[in-house]
Nanobody, 127 residues
């Protein structure tokens, strides 16, 4: 059974930074593409960032591009999301997701492409 646990959320002032962590268990994490998604009440879950299992391929939503970094440490079965210059519109519940993929460079940007999800961590950015 795959279990993902996010941490690192909280209340932050606009302009600040956050580093979210997601730790996986119950899988060989090295062969899983990972992603971060964000959801606010009344809206669909939206893509934030993704990283291939080799770490060589990444992609970001336009809303966070240039001020965020997704990374992973396969030795720790963990994936991270650093967001700088936080804005109030970054507020939401951030979910970690992972999916086994064949190729080391595969990235996935759509929620239906992932079968394993964490419980989410709340990020609130105050203006």
């Amino acid at each position: 059974q795959v279990v993902l646990v996010e941490s690192g959320g909280g209340l932050v002032q606009a302009g600040g930074s956050l580093r979210l962590s997601c730790t996986a268990s119950g899988l060989t994490f090295s062969y899983y593409t990972s992603g971060w998604f964000r959801q606010v009440p009344g809206r669909e879950r939206e893509f934030v960032a993704t990283i291939s299992w080799s770490g060589s391929s990444t992609a970001y939503a336009d809303s966070v591009k240039g001020r965020s970094t997704i990374s992973r440490d396969n030795t720790k079965s963990a994936v991270y999301l650093q967001i700088d210059a936080l804005k109030p519109e970054d507020t939401g519940v951030y979910y970690c997701a992972t999916e086994k993929t064949e190729q080391p460079i595969t990235i996935l940007t759509q929620p239906p492409e992932y079968s394993s999800w964490g419980q989410g961590t709340q990020v609130t950015v105050s203006s």
